[in-house]
């Protein structure tokens, strides 16, 4: 990756590194498992992949849980009904502590039940 200016010459340079996976499932990008935020606010970007044939389960939206407390921290778009949802926004936590997070992607003709949740620790100093 480059940055360059108005003219085309390089600022800087930089390599990254990123898996891609075929598999099923939850991912979440942010926040990393085991991180530790100076904030209670908190960036969630995830996204669900449910395309395995003809037994692909639709996804209506994705839901972000404080599995500490159990309460429902926020959710994307719903009404989605697709194989793959995005969820990009800012959850708040109550305050200082240890947390974890359940990330979930939902199904409607489940009796919007998850289909995966991926779960990530969170610390707020």
Known sequence: MQDVTAGGQRIHEGNVSFTVSSSLGMFVNSPAN????????????AYAYEQSGSSTPLVDHI??????????????????????????????????GTYQLAIEDINPNNGYKAIHTTYVTVTVK
């Open 34 to 45: 085991d991180s530790t935020w100076s904030t209670t606010t908190v960036p969630i970007n």
């Open 63 to 96: 839901e972000v849980w404080d599995n500490t407390h159990g309460v429902k921290l926020g959710q994307s778009a719903t009404g989605v009904g697709v194989n793959s949802v995005f969820i990009n926004q800012t959850v708040t936590l109550p305050g200082a």
